[in-house]
């Protein structure tokens, strides 16, 4: 399966501010997602990064919120905007390659005060 | 509204042995079903996966059962050890995966 890396690991916030999370895979990779879990919760997909074209996003999700970019097949950031505490999560990258298999990062740890 | 109902939200298991968690679903479109393993502070690992027109799958200690006409899939984790102590998501895929609420599974020695 591909090595996926996240950054930052982790990162505290203030309100009002902007974070940019970086998923970078060392295949390149057919599909790549991105997901929210709040905390001691399961997993939500916010959206599917699509490479050369816009996101894909899931319903109660947009993109003035969550701005996402996929230059290539191996990269992909996604940007929380104006957070708010509310926005403290763990927000998850994952890949899959054709098949059905979909495999995560590590996550990125936000909190916002 | 959750598309994967899974229970029980936390088991205790001894050493040795069967850990059960059981998932449904409604959506006849869901083909794939995977299970995932989340320690704290890492991302979910894919665990085993089933496609409908199988009835079970083994890999090692743990097992997929699937029941198409109940729309059930359960996973069945055998011998338990303390290092399967986690939090499980079954999750069920159409055009995305969509996951249950989690089991933690504490496994005492």
């Known amino acids: 399966s591909a090595v996926i890396s996240q950054k930052p690991s982790r990162d505290i916030c203030q309100r009002g501010t902007s974070l940019t999370i970086q998923c970078q895979v060392d295949?390149?990779?057919?599909?790549m997602f991105w997901y929210r879990q709040q905390p001691g919760q399961s997993l939500t997909l916010i959206a599917t990064?699509?490479?050369?074209?816009?996101?894909?996003?899931e319903s109660g999700f947009v993109i003035d919120k969550f701005p996402i970019s996929r230059p290539n097949l191996t990269f992909s950031t996604l940007t929380v905007s104006n957070m708010s505490p509310e926005d403290s999560s763990i927000y998850l990258c994952?890949?899959?390659?054709?098949?059905?298999?979909?495999?995560f990062g590590p996550g990125t740890r936000l909190t916002v005060t | 509204q959750q598309q994967v109902k899974q229970s029980p939200q936390s088991l205790i298991v001894q050493k040795g042995g069967i850990s059960i968690i059981n998932c449904a679903y409604e959506?006849?479109?869901?083909?794939?079903f995977p299970w995932y393993q989340q320690f704290p502070g890492k991302g979910p690992a894919l665990l085993i996966a089933?496609?409908?027109?199988?009835s079970e799958k083994k890999e090692g200690r743990f097992t997929i059962s699937f029941n198409k006409s109940a729309k059930q899939f359960s996973l069945h984790i055998m011998d338990s050890q303390p290092g399967d102590s986690a939090t499980y998501f079954c999750?069920?895929?159409?055009?995305?995966?969509?996951f249950g609420a989690g089991t933690t599974v504490t496994v005492r020695a």
């Open positions: 994952s890949v899959a390659d054709g098949s059905y298999e979909q495999y």
């Open positions: 295949s390149q990779v057919t599909m």
């Open positions: 990064a699509n490479q050369g074209s816009e996101a894909t996003y």
């Open positions: 959506n006849t479109a869901f083909d794939y």
């Open positions: 089933i496609r409908p027109d199988v």
């Open positions: 999750a069920a895929q159409d055009y995305k995966l969509s």
